[in-house]
């Protein structure tokens, strides 16, 4: 069976790849430090030596639309293009390609549907930027094959917290029960507080730090039950318009397990938004 | 009210490098354009499979006419959809994260709860 040998959450921000290449005046500040935290990061990823990485993150309007929108989708295909124009308009993100994991998505979805979530899937699926940002953060070599998977976190209506729970523990057990000789580590993208297109955008901190100080606990010490008890997409406009992105980390905490306490767990606060890098190591450590 | 349709304009637009710049230096145009020949459009179909009831409300309208963000996020258009497209045609004009903060100033009115957004 695969082994689960890492478990990786992590806010995406489309800005640190341009902050970490630029140089000379255009080098912003707080890049040196972000530099400084995403490498001590990666680190953690590079310990558990994977061979396969699931990637859960969350399409932005790219590939995905209002006409025709999965709440949970899979990618199974050979290989994926990734970023968009827009992404590299905005965020000077580069274009990227990678390598599939096709059997592992095969598994994913028809066990998937056996175990009670009806996910969609697609063939050809270009990557955006939620997914990007963890490689060029965690993997910047991009060398490993990928199962991308999407959430809506979007584009309302959407699930329930608790479904995001419950598909990073179906997740998780998918990934342990698959048979192949090789060492899965999956990895998360979303966010704390934020806003996008409202009043409380780009200020100097998130636009709730409460919000981000509480979710940073609920994440770190694997509080599933009092997060799922406080967390309901209601509640979640509060701290921002755009903190339903939060599910993704809550979908994380799933695949981490209840009680599970993050092995590494360190935090950013910037400008717009925190930063927030977890990771567990299931089974009792790096092997 | 047609928020999808509003979404649909927003969406279309920003995903295209000579719209961008279409919609930036002529609205109006580009709006009326857009709804007689875009708007029933069907994604990735061919025209003759066009739907045929879509069409915007008046200040639907007038608020993409005008590039009148606020107006667009109170009538619960896809705030994300509205913040990349108008970055990439009006950030150009700014000091670095100008356009962003100038942005957040302008919906400074607005209080929760934020207009609906579900389509």
Same mark, same amino acid.
């Given at each position: 069976?695969?082994?689960?040998?890492?478990?990786?959450?992590?806010?995406?921000?489309?800005?640190?790849?341009?902050?970490?290449?630029?140089?000379?005046?255009?080098?912003?500040? *707080?890049?040196?430090?972000?530099?400084?935290?995403?490498?001590?990061?990666?680190?953690?990823?590079?310990?558990?030596?994977?061979?396969?990485?699931?990637?859960?993150?969350?399409?932005?309007?790219?590939?995905?639309?209002?006409?025709?929108?999965?709440? *949970?989708?899979?990618?199974?295909?050979?290989?994926? !293009?990734?970023?968009?124009?827009? =992404? =590299?308009?905005?965020?000077?993100?580069?274009?990227?390609? *990678?390598?599939?994991?096709?059997?592992?998505?095969?598994?994913?979805?028809?066990? &998937?549907?056996?175990?009670?979530?009806?996910?969609?899937?697609?063939?050809?699926?270009?990557?955006?930027?939620?997914?990007?940002?963890?490689?060029?953060?965690?993997?910047?070599?991009?060398?490993?094959?990928?199962?991308?998977?999407?959430?809506?976190? @979007?584009?309302?209506?959407?699930?329930?917290?608790?479904?995001?729970?419950? #598909?990073?523990?179906?997740?998780?057990?998918?990934?342990?029960?698959?048979?192949?000789?090789?060492?899965?580590?999956?990895?998360?993208?979303?966010?704390?507080?934020?806003?996008?297109?409202?009043?409380?955008? @780009?200020?100097?901190? &998130?636009?709730?730090? =409460? *919000?981000?100080?509480?979710?940073?606990?609920?994440?770190?010490?694997?509080?599933?039950?009092?997060?799922?008890?406080?967390?309901?997409? !209601?509640? #979640?406009?509060?701290?921002?318009?755009?903190?339903? &992105?939060?599910?993704? @980390?809550?979908?994380?905490?799933?695949?981490?397990?209840?009680?599970?306490?993050?092995?590494?767990?360190?935090?950013?606060?910037?400008?717009?938004?925190?930063?927030?890098?977890?990771?567990?190591?299931?089974? &009792?450590?790096?092997? | 009210?047609?928020?999808?349709?509003?979404?649909?304009?927003? %969406?279309?637009? /920003?995903?295209?490098?000579?719209?961008?710049?279409?919609?930036?230096?002529?609205?109006?145009? $580009?709006? +009326?354009?857009?709804?007689? +020949?875009?708007?029933?459009?069907?994604?990735?179909?061919?025209?003759?499979?066009?739907?045929?009831?879509?069409?915007?409300? /008046?200040?639907?309208?007038?608020?993409?006419?005008?590039? /009148?963000?606020?107006?667009? %996020?109170?009538?619960?258009?896809?705030? %994300?959809?509205?913040? $990349?497209?108008?970055?990439?045609? %009006?950030?150009? /004009?700014?000091?670095?994260?100008?356009?962003? $903060?100038?942005?957040?100033?302008?919906?400074?009115?607005? $209080?929760?709860?934020?207009?609906?957004?579900?389509?």
């Amino acid at each position: 069976m695969a082994q689960l040998v890492a478990v990786i959450a992590s806010t995406h921000h489309p800005f640190y790849y341009r902050a970490s290449t630029a140089t000379g005046e255009d080098r912003p500040p *707080f890049a040196d430090e972000w530099v400084r935290k995403v490498e001590a990061f990666r680190e953690t990823l590079t310990k558990a030596r994977p061979d396969v990485l699931v990637m859960v993150g969350s399409d932005h309007f790219h590939q995905l639309w209002l006409d025709n929108m999965p709440q *949970f989708l899979v990618g199974k295909a050979p290989f994926y !293009d990734a970023n968009w124009y827009n =992404e =590299e308009r905005e965020f000077g993100l580069p274009r990227m390609f *990678f390598t599939g994991q096709e059997d592992l998505s095969a598994y994913i979805l028809r066990e &998937g549907l056996d175990a009670g979530f009806d996910l969609a899937f697609s063939n050809e699926l270009r990557i955006d930027h939620s997914i990007t940002c963890p490689i060029i953060t965690l993997r910047p070599q991009n060398d490993l094959p990928i199962v991308p998977i999407y959430t809506n976190i @979007f584009a309302p209506p959407l699930p329930q917290p608790k479904r995001f729970v419950q #598909l990073g523990r179906t997740i998780r057990e998918l990934v342990e029960s698959w048979p192949a000789d090789k060492r899965v580590a999956v990895i998360g993208t979303g966010h704390l507080s934020l806003e996008l297109g409202g009043p409380r955008q @780009f200020g100097p901190h &998130g636009p709730d730090p =409460e *919000f981000d100080r509480r979710a940073v606990e609920w994440i770190s010490s694997g509080d599933i039950e009092g997060c799922l008890s406080e967390v309901t997409l !209601d509640s #979640l406009h509060l701290p921002g318009n755009a903190t339903h &992105g939060f599910m993704d @980390f809550m979908l994380m905490m799933g695949v981490a397990g209840e009680g599970a306490k993050a092995d590494y767990a360190d935090t950013y606060d910037l400008f717009h938004t925190m930063e927030a890098y977890f990771t567990w190591y299931p089974n &009792g450590g790096v092997a | 009210m047609s928020k999808y349709l509003l979404n649909k304009f927003l %969406f279309t637009v /920003d995903r295209d490098p000579e719209l961008v710049e279409r919609y930036r230096e002529d609205p109006r145009g $580009t709006v +009326e354009w857009w709804e007689a +020949e875009h708007a029933n459009r069907l994604l990735n179909c061919h025209g003759g499979e066009a739907s045929t009831w879509l069409r915007f409300e /008046d200040a639907e309208r007038e608020a993409l006419a005008a590039h /009148d963000y606020p107006k667009l %996020f109170e009538l619960g258009a896809h705030p %994300f959809l509205t913040l $990349t497209l108008f970055i990439a045609m %009006f950030e150009r /004009d700014h000091e670095p994260l100008g356009f962003q $903060t100038e942005y957040a100033r302008r919906l400074a009115h607005m $209080t929760l709860p934020y207009p609906d957004i579900a389509t």
